[in-house]
Structures are given as C-alpha cells and as structure tokens.
C-alpha cells in the first residue's frame, strides 16, 4: 500500500524539549497533577450496554465538525489532568470531544461484577459504532492515553483497515504489560504502584457484595502489586486464566502490525512507568503508524515551558496539529 499523504499537511511542530525546571521525568510525571487546566462546559450522557451495565461519557458544549473521542488512563476520569487540558484543545480547535469513562470511573459503580481492563475493547468498540450510526457522515478520531493508549490500539489492531474513523493518537502507552508490571515493583515506580493498586483494591472493596463467591474478598485487602490484583481481581473477573495469560493477551506492541488508521504514538524514553525495553521497534509498527519518542517527559507529562506556577505543555500541541492534518 502507497504511503498516504495528509489532505492539509503542514510544516512540523518544533521537537519536545523539557521546561528547564521540569528536567527530572518524575516531576514531569508529577508537577500536571498540581497545575490542573479547568473544565471546559460538559454534559453527560448515560450509555446503556447490552449487558446490562452503563457507561457514561462526557461532551463538550459548542463545536462543529470533526468529533474527538478521548480515553482515560488506568482510574482516570474527565477530572484526570491530560482529560482537563484535551478536552479545552478539542474546544479550542472548534472541534466537539467526547470523553468515555471506562466501567466504574465516573464516580459510581458499575452493575456488574467486572469492571474494565488495559485490554478489553469490546467498550470502546460498542461506542465508536454507536457514535458512528448517529453520525455517520461526522469525521471520527481518538485519543488514548496510558491504559487508554493500550487500549486504543489493540482495537486499532484487531479492526485493521475496517476501523471506523479517520485518525488516532496514543500517548505513553504500556505496550507490554508483563514487563511494566515486573518494573513497578522497583524504585520510586513503587510509589505510583501503591497509588493505583489502592485506589483498584478500594474500588475492587465497594462492590464487596456483587464479588462474594466470584474472588477471594479476603484477600484483597493485602493486594500491593500489580501482579498480585491482576491475579486475584482482574483475570478471574475477566476469564483469564492468572495474570500471566490477561497481560500477554492484553498487550498491545502485538496489535501495532495489523493497525492501518493513521495512527501517532507519543512516548518518553524515561517513562517511569516503563523501561525502554518495552518501546516497540519499527518494524514492529504498520505502515500506518508514526512512534515518536522523546528523551524527557515523563509518563504523560511533556511539559516544554512557562513557569512552576503556569506551566506550558507541548503534547496538546503536538495532537492537535495531528490530527488536524486529517481531519
């Protein structure tokens, strides 16, 4: 297949280079989570499944034109720092953005005992069609970020060519997740380990009721890694066999091959999350694909400027201008 060439290409952004204050990838990972942008107006739409659960997404007032599906990170949310400044970007553009929050991180607890994992796609494949038969002559794109990152792109994988829309972006993705897993149990990464294996283990607490006789409730409370929640929660919830078998199902850098939407990845060499092992090569990527790896930025941080008290972030720049050559 012949490259495709972008209908309105345009000179490219200047690289990423970091703040001079915001060198070190963990106070680029950390400092977003103090300067958080305000929410543009929302509303918030209800989804039914055919299963009997919910999703709720969130849309940006006002707008015209292309639409922007956005995905949240491992327990993220539309409050989530990178969701606040997307969205105002979407806005911004002139373009509508539709938040979906994954199964239980809207603020209230699913139906079902099974929530949402960095592999399950099945949710973000109902709504693209259900935004797809609404609108059907609307230009679609989307953007994922961290699990929603993994997540995009094995659904990008498994559609290949047949994926309704037009453009995609994936920013700090675990494209392997057995290698993620074993890092954060090393260094200050067992910091952010401890954060998100709480706020899954409190989460995981709350449907006490719905998940007696489904895992061993006991045991939850001791939960501290990765590999022991996704052992004991995630694969029995989900029909994985252990750990093992959800992460290397789940992991997208197998999926990159068979992806044929134009597709941009956005990662950092010093991710704390990850190791640069996991950053696929690339021949590993399709023809579609376009990796761009930065040496600072931390885990969806890239801040590029402005001051500790106003920082400026290069990474909504750098989507927008993307997607903006196709759409």
Request: hydrophobic share 40%; charged share 20%.
């Amino acid at each position: 297949m012949p490259d495709r060439i972008p209908p309105s290409a345009e000179t490219e952004p200047r690289p990423f280079h970091p703040a001079w204050w915001c060198r070190n990838r963990h106070l680029q990972t950390l400092w977003p989570l103090l300067s958080k942008a305000p929410l543009p107006p929302l509303q918030r739409e209800r989804l039914e499944l055919p299963d009997g659960d919910f999703l709720d997404i969130d849309w940006t007032s006002g707008g015209s034109g292309p639409l922007i599906l956005v995905l949240h990170g491992l327990e993220g949310s539309v409050e989530s720092h990178y969701a606040r400044r997307i969205l105002r970007a979407i806005v911004a553009a002139g373009w509508r953005g539709v938040l979906m929050h994954f199964r239980g991180c809207s603020g209230e607890a699913n139906r079902l005992p099974r929530r949402y994992h960095s592999g399950e796609t099945g949710d973000l494949n109902y709504v693209v069609r259900l935004l797809r038969e609404r609108e059907p002559d609307t230009t679609l794109a989307t953007i994922g970020y961290s699990l929603g990152g993994n997540v995009l792109l094995k659904w990008l994988g498994e559609n290949g060519g047949a994926a309704p829309i037009s453009a995609a972006v994936a920013v700090s993705v675990p494209f392997q997740l057995d290698v993620l897993a074993d890092h954060m149990n090393h260094g200050f990464a067992r910091v952010y380990q401890s954060h998100l294996v709480h706020s899954l283990v409190k989460n995981t607490l709350s449907k006490r009721d719905l998940l007696a006789g489904l895992i061993d409730m006991q045991q939850v409370p001791r939960l501290r890694t990765f590999w022991q929640f996704d052992d004991a929660v995630t694969a029995p919830l989900h029909g994985f066999a252990n750990a093992h078998s959800y992460y290397e199902a789940s992991s997208s850098r197998q999926f990159l091959r068979t992806i044929d939407k134009p597709t941009l990845i956005l990662h950092s060499r010093d991710d704390p999350f990850m190791v640069p092992g996991v950053i696929p090569g690339q021949a590993e990527l399709g023809p579609e694909v376009r990796l761009e790896l930065t040496e600072h930025g931390g885990h969806v941080g890239f801040i590029d400027g402005g001051t500790p008290w106003r920082p400026h972030y290069w990474l909504e720049t750098r989507i927008i201008h993307f997607l903006r050559q196709w759409l």
